[in-house]
């Protein structure tokens, strides 16, 4: 039976080269050079560390054009306030969300049932899997989902065509 997976993941080297371009972008920007600005990628999450606000927001500018610039949604980061770090400096985290939510799975198998199409859902652990008779009630689920805005960044993956 033909069936896809939602799933919501980040591309790694994409993720690493947008980190990298904009580190050298700020290396070489008259307005951030020698500012001692700092992008850290750790285990599920990346660490801004700037001198003060303001420079703090030009770097997550810098961050976000880069991702978006390298095909990275910026629905996968979770964006927490800025806060003060050590020797008045101030630093923000921007957590990587990796799989679905189970309320947000929930959610996205509702609002696709409401379709009313002969398809089914199942959560399986953080991805959704979509099964149906047709390929074409499939595609058309895509296209629901692509239009409708679930908070999350969604990847359609496993198209199978038994």
Do not use: W
Not at 80 to 99: F, T
Not at 108 to 113: A, F
Not at 122 to 146: P, Y
Request: aromatic share 4%; charged share 30%; net charge positive.
């Amino acid at each position: 039976m033909p069936s896809f997976d939602i799933v919501c993941k980040i591309d790694q080297q994409e993720l690493d080269n947008a980190l990298n371009q904009a580190r050298k972008e700020i290396a070489q920007r008259y307005d951030l050079k020698n500012t001692k600005s700092e992008i850290v990628l750790e285990e599920k999450q990346i660490l801004l560390n700037a001198p003060n606000d303001f420079v703090l927001k030009a770097v997550l500018d810098v961050l976000q054009s880069k991702l978006v610039k390298r095909g990275i949604s910026l629905k996968v980061f979770d964006i927490q306030p800025p806060e003060a770090a050590l020797m008045g400096r101030m630093k923000q985290v921007l957590k990587i969300q990796e799989g679905i939510p189970s309320e947000k799975a929930k959610n996205i198998v509702k609002s696709v049932k409401d379709l009313k199409l002969k398809i089914q859902c199942q959560i399986q652990g953080d991805q959704v899997r979509v099964t149906s008779k047709k390929i074409d009630e499939l595609q058309s689920v895509i296209q629901f989902l692509k239009q409708n805005d679930h908070g999350i960044h969604m990847d359609f993956v496993n198209m199978k065509r038994d």
